[in-house]
């Protein structure tokens, strides 16, 4: 078989290569997965085709993973879709489980990562054929049951509601783009401040803003000084990590994979859109989620194995039908292409080397990811024994390159995360709930998109109800899901009450 | 351990110094710095923008010895850091979209001829072109034409503004030629990505979506019960300029199959006598203060480079047509390539 010929000692090495890299970028709050292929893309001119795909898959993979470092420790989601690691992945650090809960993390990652590469194999095809049912109607009613996370996750409904109200206004300020079927017109700012909004406030310096800097600002009132009792948390204490955290998680991994393989089959919803998904699911339908939000493993494990999947996923539509099914996808098809290699219905079946190859790459690169960071990771923890008075001036230049080179070097992204920080901070201090504002930050954008063309596509707004079967079952979940929210609030206040 | 850290320090310096001589004697014989930031009109690197820049700036690299660097950074961005740079530091390569943005009055678009001084033209991307679904009543660019003057109203999905809307104005005023006051029934249905216009065609919620040959010709090989199988209608480059592509076509359609969807084979008129033709160009915008002299040298160095007739071949394989113009050349060009669109545009608008 042609195939063997390409299995080297150098395509293995490439992908090895690529994972470590990719963790590296991931693990940088402000540089992602994205960040990483699309500085790595020149280089697939040199090596080939075969060897310049094990490069990138791994660099994909690696990237996706490393989010979750800074997310656990640090309490910065590397990449946007590590956001929901930070919810018990932090708290979990404060207590002196950082390594535990990485680990937790890892495993749920490689679980996430093989399960959307077996149904990418098996599926792909069949699967494509489903995502195109899937019009702008369905996918606004995906981000709008993504949205329904707010109901869970906030600690007062009222100032939640409000609060990703103000996330969803914040996301659109700028132009609805021409790029995006809009008309280009700027809005919700003054004429002054076109020059630097046109485009609006980039997503990665608002995230590292908001989770980053805010942090380093409240931390920073408090006072650093050991004797303070803000001295660096230490590794010591707390559960250690044991295989039997996953005993009755079978469920959630599976559910919280295949929402990550699902999300990723559908382009342009995000990866964001996946992990938070899964998170308000197993909040919402597990048989105990009383602890989620406070430091409980199945929330890391909703997080990762979601956020995982979706690289599988998002290959669907890139190998099924020459769409991306994400920003990092759309990069491979410039490997692709560079090569001169055309993606479409056919890719599969006109380069079925190629295809094996890439699931070959798919798979080494999440079993090496595991082995890379499952061992790395005790001496990566030890990050956060660090003192923060060295720590945190070093996060703060972090974010400042990484806010500056997400978009190639617009400093205004570096106000951005500036500006966004002291928002975080005073947020704080009023009372706000950043993570509701950020979720709706994050989907807003994508939500009116989806909102005004389906509109436009179709003219009225019954269609948001009678579009297809899809859309009667995606408004069933949505109503599920904020009733099950709702009810989990009053059984809590009622347990408090009694408890009290 | 102080010699060990004042040694160390003075490799460093030295090291740097002797870096940034090398970096601006580089260029010496050109007046160009020796890091050369290329910012493109797109924020993909997957694109054509993307990847027609990186093949032309690799080998201009090569050529002049300097550093260069492609940034994906979008067109506003884009725009903005070419007004900023009068040093010559920073300039961009962009597509027709550059000057048609303008014409549609999308905001944010200067007029690039004012504004800016527009560089030399490197390659074109052929394959614009309009599908419909493989069950469409619709042969030809005909039909549709005689669809809408008898009434029906045809939808066409487009991204507005740019070289995506320019086909769609061009169908609309053969409308309005043949069927004045008819023009009203082709609608835009405004989307943005090329998935998205597919899904619309897939949803039957359009009956024509401007796609291109790169990313649309594998859908027209499927069977016609297939919900995704799509047809060409109508690719809007010139016959001459599909016949500079490779004899084997794109994929499984031949250039021999890829003329027959080129005028004079299908006709939108837009005059008396003469179709409708466009074709998708890619050109360098400077700052209005660079330096002429480090305008000529690009110029001087892509001649050189095309000359050599090693990036035609390269440019072929990611089915580019090589299309060297010299600043002066290609600027004039352009302009009248413009006035010929605003033409259309403004009689649309009546």
Redesign the interface.
Known sequence: MDILSHLTPMFFALIAAGTSIGIIFGAIPGMTATMAV?VC??LTYAFGLENGIALLLGLYVGGISGGMVPAVLINIPGTPSSITTTFDGYPMAKRGEGERALKIGIVASVFGGLFSAAVLFFFAPVLA?FA?KF??VEKFLIILLALTVIASLCSNMLMGVFSGVLGVWLSLIG?Y??????????RLMFDFM??YL??GFSLLPVLIGIFGLTTVLLDAEKGFKDETGQGPISLKGGAKFRFSVFKGQLLNLVRSSSIGTFVGIL??VGGSAASVLAYSQEKNFSRDSSQMGKGAPQGIVSSESSNNALTGGALV?LLS????GDSTT?????AF??Q?I??????IGNNLDTWYLMIIALLAANVLMFGIMYFAIRHIARVIEVPKYILYPLIIMMCVVGAYAI????MFDVWTLLIFGVFGWVAHKIGLETVPLIIGFILGKSAE?YFV?SL???GNYSIFFTKSPIAMFLWVLIAVSLAFAIYLRVRNRRQASVES | MKAIWNKTCLAVVASAAIGISASAQAADDCPLPGNLRVVIGSTSTGGDTYQNSSIVVDRLADKLDINAKVDAVGVMPGFQALERSRHGNTVMIFHDGAYLGNLYGVNGYPDIFSKFIVGPTIAINPGNAYLVPKDSPYQSMSDIIEAAGDGKQIKVAIQPGSVSEIGFSALKNAVRMKYPGKEGNIVAVNTGSQADKNQLLFDGAVDVINGSVQANEQYTQLPADDQKAMRFVWITAREKTIAETDEAGMGDTTREQLLQYVTPNVSVPMAADQDFTFDKEFFFLYNKDMDPAAIECIDDALAEIYDEGEIQQQQKRSFFVPDFKPSQEAASYLEEKNDQYKTIISDLNG
């Open positions: 699309a893309l020149p054929d195109i019009s702008y132009t783009s021409i790029t995006e079927g809009g008309n280009g017109e700027p076109q020059y046109i485009d382009p342009g539509p039908l020459g769409i991306p759309a990069i491979l098809i410039g292409t560079l001169g055309q993606v479409g219905p056919l890719f978009n190639y070097g617009i998109v063309k436009e596509s179709y």
